[in-house]
């Protein structure tokens, strides 16, 4: 799921960012932070790149997106639109660690 990470910037890759709107209501989630500089979708390659203001999103900051990421990427793995309601649940815990940013 994570296919790349520099402090600053992260790419996720999956199936599941080929879903819309799983994608959109992510990246509202994380657009409603300040410390987000861009969100990036490519619904072909099912990837998102994520650029974040490094100061205001320290790595101690990151740390509980972790689990998060985890438990996504096993309802990703094989995504279906079956999933779609469970992720979009998901987000929710999302949003609460991004309004710590």
């Known amino acids: 799921m994570i296919t790349s990470f520099f402090p600053g910037r992260v790419r996720l890759r999956a199936a599941?960012?080929?879903d819309q709107k799983?994608?959109?209501?992510?990246?509202?989630?994380?657009q409603s932070s300040p410390a987000v500089k861009s969100v990036v979708h490519?619904?072909?390659t099912g990837s998102v790149l994520l650029e974040y203001d490094v100061d205001?999103?320290?790595?101690?900051?990151?740390?509980?997106?972790a689990p998060f990421f985890l438990?996504?990427?096993r309802e990703a793995i094989c995504y279906s639109a079956?999933?779609?309601e469970v992720?979009?649940?998901m987000l929710d815990e999302l949003k609460?660690?991004?309004?710590?940013?």
């Open 16 to 18: 599941v960012f080929k």
């Open 87 to 89: 992720i979009l649940k």
């Open 22 to 30: 799983v994608v959109e209501a992510a990246k509202a989630i994380l």
């Open 56 to 65: 205001k999103v320290p790595m101690d900051k990151l740390t509980p997106l």
């Open 42 to 44: 490519n619904p072909v």
């Open 71 to 73: 438990k996504l990427q």
């Open 96 to 101: 609460s660690i991004v309004a710590t940013w």
């Open 82 to 84: 079956k999933k779609q």
